[in-house]
């Protein structure tokens, strides 16, 4: 399995644009997470869905920010508009149903700087 | 008091040292832990994860101290390749909503 997989790797922008971040999780797995790395803050949950369905969405940041999850193998997570202060590394991670299952797999993270 | 904290080091060692990180939590319904390794300018990549009172794996050594909130960390016989940001990993909400550390730095030199 090639893991989970993000795009683009690398995403420099300007303040006021529109930036989408891709993400592909791991075939089989249920759940898929989008998080924000900061020096600031480390690693913070935005929001995570079960079965492409958004569960938790508490820790997105504002109305800016929004996440979708069409189908099982496809998600995506939307700033408009961009702010300098979104810039941070954004990782997807996804892992497998199961109680017992709590091994997060993350994709290599997607660089934003918005200028 | 943040849900966890972790002293950031970083922790300078030569190779072939011991060294220990610990990491102590707010939260006592916390069951599980976890550390997870993460590599300069890379995803964090689960390291290990205690569910009792510890865990070994080799050389690294979990230990979990419920009574005191915390956990800690111990590699023995440090590498090189050990060199790398390790983070203390809670989840008071169950597995969908872990609670990351800031992370503590290590830094094994030749």
């Known amino acids: 399995d090639a893991g989970v997989i993000q795009s683009p790797r690398h995403e420099v922008t300007e303040m006021g644009q529109e930036v989408t971040l891709r993400c592909k999780p791991i075939?089989?797995?249920?759940?898929l997470f989008w998080y924000r790395q900061t020096m600031m803050r480390g690693l913070e949950l935005l929001i995570y869905f079960n079965n492409n369905v958004p569960i938790d969405d508490s820790g997105m940041p504002e109305d800016r920010f929004s996440a979708k999850m069409p189908n099982a193998s496809f998600s995506t997570l939307k700033i408009q508009p961009s702010e300098p202060r979104d810039s941070a590394v954004y990782f997807c991670?996804?892992?497998?149903?199961?109680?017992?299952?709590?091994?997060?797999?993350f994709g290599s993270g997607t660089q934003l700087s918005v200028l | 008091r943040k849900e966890v904290e972790q002293d950031p080091g970083p922790f300078n060692v030569p190779e072939g040292a011991t060294v220990a990180f610990n990491c102590t939590y707010s939260n006592s319904a916390s069951q599980s832990f976890f550390w997870y390794r993460q590599d300069c300018r890379k995803e964090p990549k689960l390291l290990m994860s205690v569910y009792s009172s510890g865990n070994e794996d080799g050389r690294f050594t979990a230990q979990l101290n419920r009574a005191s909130q915390y956990i800690s960390l111990l590699i023995r016989d440090s590498k090189l390749s050990d060199s790398a940001t390790y983070l203390c990993?809670?989840?008071?909400?169950?597995?969908?909503?872990?609670?990351f550390g800031a992370g503590t730095r290590l830094a094994v030199h030749p």
């Open positions: 991670a996804s892992r497998e149903h199961g109680a017992t299952n709590e091994k997060l797999f």
């Open positions: 990993v809670v989840p008071p909400g169950g597995y969908n909503k872990l609670i």
């Open positions: 075939s089989g797995h249920d759940y």
